[in-house]
T-cell receptor, first 111, second 116 residues
Framework: DTAVSQTPKYLVTQMGNDKSIKCEQN?????MYWYKQDSKKFLKIMFSYNNKELIINETVPNRFSPKSPDKAHLNLHINSLELGDSAVYFCASSPYSNEQFFGPGTRLTVL | AQTVTQSQPEMSVQEAETVTLSCTYDTSESDYYLFWYKQPPSRQMILVIRQEAYKQQNATENRFSVNFQKAAKSFSLKISDSQLGDAAMYFC?????????????FGKGTKLTVNP
């Protein structure tokens, strides 16, 4: 009965590779987000989607491309991975009340 | 700039004692929500408490309570009867409306250690 799930939980890859992280929520929320937590634990929004439509794109390099096939899913594809992309990526979803429910995070390590 | 400041990078408290974590924020909006999230070593982000800015009454959740001072843009978290399981990173955040959606703006976090 997981509310917001992400796969994989850990991802180790080489520089230059392309990888995807998947997110699914079973809460019936219309809005989904991607946040990045850097090595200093600072959390910053990357994208938000409302009912499959991109709403917020927070000056993220265009190597990052979110895709929302339906309102329960928001995937993150990253092209040409760089060392600086190493971080924990959190998916979140939100109903109208502004509270955001977070997934367990995906720790991405780029070697 | 829309920012959240947590002035205490680290705090420690004895088990069963009380500790207060500070947070100030800067927003030009009049209606917004404030949150404290807890992140234990498992890295799961757990909502501790939320406050609606239009409500004057301070939110409480069991051992957790806030001191919300809207004019001062201050939102501190008080943890009473601290338990070992309270050890974690604590993040203060507020919602910022953008393009018909809300995003969370986070502070840099306070690492809380609970000593037995």
């Amino acid at each position: 009965d997981t509310a917001v799930s992400q796969t994989p939980k850990y991802l180790v890859t080489q520089m230059g590779n392309d990888k995807s992280i998947k997110c699914e929520q079973n809460l019936g929320h219309d809005t989904m987000y991607w946040y990045k937590q850097d090595s200093k634990k600072f959390l910053k929004i990357m994208f938000s989607y409302n009912n499959k439509e991109l709403i917020i794109n927070e000056t993220v390099p265009n190597r990052f491309s979110p895709k929302s096939p339906d309102k329960a899913h928001l995937n993150l594809h990253i092209n040409s991975l760089e060392l600086g992309d190493s971080a924990v990526y959190f998916c979140a979803s939100s109903p109208y009340s502004n509270e955001q429910f977070f997934g367990p995070g995906t720790r991405l390590t780029v070697l | 700039a829309q920012t959240v400041t947590q002035s205490q990078p680290e705090m420690s408290v004895q088990e069963a004692e009380t500790v207060t974590l500070s947070c100030t924020y800067d927003t030009s909006e009049s209606d917004y929500y404030l949150f404290w999230y807890k992140q234990p070593p498992s890295r799961q982000m757990i909502l501790v408490i939320r406050q609606e800015a239009y409500k004057q009454q301070n939110a409480t959740e069991n051992r957790f309570s806030v001191n919300f001072q809207k004019a001062a843009k201050s939102f501190s978290l008080k943890i009473s009867d601290s338990q070992l399981g309270d050890a974690a990173m604590y993040f203060c955040a507020y919602t910022l409306s953008q393009g018909g959606s809300e995003k969370l703006v986070f502070g840099k976090g306070t690492k809380l250690t609970v000593n037995p």
